[in-house]
């Protein structure tokens, strides 16, 4: 076969590839990965009792965000997932069309947009995630400080901060802890400089795998993954809220605007805020949007409240509005 024709063989067979499991979906929801909140379970679930099929989606909030922007000439995506600051982004970039969820009306009022553009299904506490066996005999880490010493070098990861929404958090959460406020994030920039001295790793994509191997030891999370890890994998595992504080952050979903499964993408939506829905989060040790309380049974695997009581909600639209300049900031002066 001559080059020209391998090559374009070649890549007709990567966009079949790529296009298949569109067509072969029900619903294409962005930014639903198997690792992350137990997707994996409310896919599976969403399969069994809606008869839809939802493919796993290995992205971030921001690459979600990029391509539903890139595809809106011509929608693939009907469901977008992402960090509440990279909801409002998709809603005044006009990504998204409004849609109330049955359950929206018991969601409080900060946790969703007021004409339904987004709306949060659960939300997780921000702290780290340890490998305890990884840290060769060295102390799990209790405060922020701790993570620059060098007896860390090389264990700690935390997601992109200018592209992942839980690296974000990470930013605002640091800061917070460390003085600064939403219009002066120093204290986070300096803290970045100082792990990127300590050989910090900073992927992309949710890294839950490589905290389980040990590949990183300490990675800047959510406690829903960390508890999955410490009563579902085998390995000794650690949530730690740090000791000069933390935050909160929901997670939104938001209907793709001019989605082309929307009917079937409104009835997923709904049943991610039904009983049952919400129920399969908590399984998840996720914190449900609506007032459900956690099953006991789950409650006693979280950290105690007086460990919580150092994780604070914040304005996330005041955060929103600062993201773009410490982004700017991160990638000038950290990376």
């Not at 929608?75 to 960090?83: E, R, S, T």
């Not at 929404?165 to 002066?184: F, K, M, R, S």
């Given at each position: 076969?001559?080059?020209?024709?391998?090559?374009?063989?070649?890549?007709?067979?990567?966009?079949?590839?790529?296009?298949?499991?569109?067509?072969?979906?029900?619903?294409?929801?962005?930014?639903?990965?198997?690792?992350?909140?137990?997707?994996?379970?409310?896919?599976?679930?969403?399969?069994?009792?809606?008869?839809?099929?939802?493919?796993?989606?290995?992205?971030?909030?921001?690459?979600?965000?990029?391509?539903?922007?890139?595809?809106?000439?011509?929608?693939?995506?009907?469901?977008?997932?992402?960090?509440?600051?990279?909801?409002?982004?998709?809603?005044?970039?006009?990504?998204?069309?409004?849609?109330?969820?049955?359950?929206?009306?018991?969601?409080?009022?900060?946790?969703?947009?007021?004409?339904?553009?987004?709306?949060?299904?659960?939300?997780?506490?921000?702290?780290f995630f340890v490998n305890k066996d990884a840290l060769a005999g060295k102390p799990v880490p209790k405060c922020w400080k701790d993570l620059a010493k060098p007896d860390y070098k090389g264990m700690v990861g935390y997601l992109d901060p200018t592209s992942a929404a839980v690296g974000y958090v990470g930013a605002v959460a640091v800061n917070l802890a460390l003085g600064g406020t939403d219009q002066n994030f120093d204290p986070a920039i300096a803290f970045f400089k100082e792990l990127k001295k300590n050989d910090a790793i900073v992927p992309k994509q949710t890294s839950y795998a490589r905290v389980v191997s040990g590949e990183m030891p300490i990675l800047?999370?959510?406690?829903?993954?960390?508890?999955?890890?410490?009563?579902?994998?085998?390995?000794?595992?650690?949530?730690?809220?740090?000791?000069?504080?933390?935050?909160?952050?929901?997670?939104?979903?938001?209907?793709?605007?001019?989605?082309?499964?929307?009917?079937?993408?409104?009835?997923?939506?709904?049943?991610?805020?039904?009983?049952?829905?919400?129920?399969?989060?908590?399984?998840?040790?996720?914190?449900?949007?609506?007032?459900?309380?956690?099953?006991?049974?789950?409650?006693?695997?979280?950290?105690?409240?007086?460990?919580?009581?150092?994780?604070?909600?914040?304005?996330?639209?005041?955060?929103?509005?600062?993201?773009?300049?410490?982004?700017?900031?991160?990638?000038?002066?950290?990376?």
């Amino acid at each position: 076969m001559k080059p020209f024709r391998l090559v374009f063989a070649l890549s007709a067979l990567a966009l079949a590839a790529v296009s298949q499991p569109a067509r072969a979906a029900d619903v294409i929801c962005y930014n639903c990965p198997p690792e992350w909140a137990d997707w994996a379970s409310m896919i599976k679930a969403v399969k069994t009792d809606l008869s839809i099929e939802m493919p796993h989606d290995n992205k971030n909030s921001g690459q979600a965000l990029a391509q539903i922007l890139a595809e809106k000439a011509n929608p693939v995506g009907d469901i977008g997932y992402f960090g509440v600051t990279f909801g409002m982004k998709a809603k005044a970039q006009d990504a998204l069309e409004p849609y109330k969820p049955a359950g929206w009306d018991q969601v409080d009022a900060g946790l969703k947009d007021s004409e339904g553009y987004w709306t949060t299904i659960h939300s997780g506490t921000l702290g780290f995630f340890v490998n305890k066996d990884a840290l060769a005999g060295k102390p799990v880490p209790k405060c922020w400080k701790d993570l620059a010493k060098p007896d860390y070098k090389g264990m700690v990861g935390y997601l992109d901060p200018t592209s992942a929404a839980v690296g974000y958090v990470g930013a605002v959460a640091v800061n917070l802890a460390l003085g600064g406020t939403d219009q002066n994030f120093d204290p986070a920039i300096a803290f970045f400089k100082e792990l990127k001295k300590n050989d910090a790793i900073v992927p992309k994509q949710t890294s839950y795998a490589r905290v389980v191997s040990g590949e990183m030891p300490i990675l800047l999370d959510y406690d829903f993954n960390a508890y999955r890890a410490k009563y579902s994998e085998k390995g000794s595992f650690e949530f730690v809220i740090p000791c000069e504080g933390s935050v909160v952050f929901p997670y939104v979903v938001g209907l793709v605007k001019n989605a082309p499964h929307k009917d079937k993408a409104k009835k997923v939506m709904d049943y991610l805020l039904s009983d049952k829905g919400q129920a399969i989060w908590t399984n998840a040790y996720l914190r449900p949007a609506r007032k459900i309380e956690l099953p006991e049974a789950v409650k006693a695997k979280f950290l105690p409240d007086s460990e919580y009581a150092r994780a604070k909600s914040v304005d996330w639209g005041k955060m929103e509005l600062a993201q773009k300049g410490f982004s700017d900031r991160y990638l000038a002066e950290v990376r």
